[in-house]
């Protein structure tokens, strides 16, 4: 069984940066598009920032960028997402999710298959 595992999530005051990090170790992680989600409380999951299968390119959602970066790591099967200059709004659960040979413009959380179980990230003002 698939399994995606995020850590790294707690609380920090705006303006300071966080990393998190979701390893797939049941995964062909190679052959996988990988994305973040967040979820706010009362408001639906929206795409925050995706990588496609190949490692060549990156999308990442108007509200977060030049704010966070995503990286992936092949030979660990585990991504990172950092994110700096954290506002309030940015409190959610964050989300890593994977397609087989997924794009970076795959924004739809329908289009992925396997999901982890979220990490909090509260950001105080």
């Known amino acids: 069984q698939v399994?995606?595992?995020e850590s790294g999530g707690g609380?920090?005051?705006a303006g300071g940066s966080l990393r998190l990090s979701c390893a797939a170790?049941?995964?062909t992680f190679r052959n996988y598009g990988m994305a973040w989600f967040r979820q706010a409380p009362g408001k639906e999951r929206e795409f925050v920032i995706a990588i496609n299968?190949?490692?060549?390119l990156k999308h990442s959602a108007d509200s977060v960028k030049g704010r966070v970066t995503m990286s992936r790591?092949?030979?660990?099967k585990t991504v990172y997402l950092q994110m700096n200059s954290l506002v309030p709004e940015d409190t959610a659960v964050y989300y890593c999710a994977a397609k087989p040979f997924g794009r970076a413009q795959d924004t739809t959380p329908t289009e992925y298959l396997y999901w982890g179980q979220g990490t909090q990230v509260t950001?105080?003002?």
């Open 3 to 5: 399994q995606l595992v």
């Open 123 to 125: 950001v105080s003002s």
């Open 11 to 13: 609380l920090v005051q």
């Open 53 to 56: 299968w190949s490692d060549s």
């Open 25 to 27: 170790p049941g995964l």
């Open 73 to 76: 790591e092949n030979a660990k």
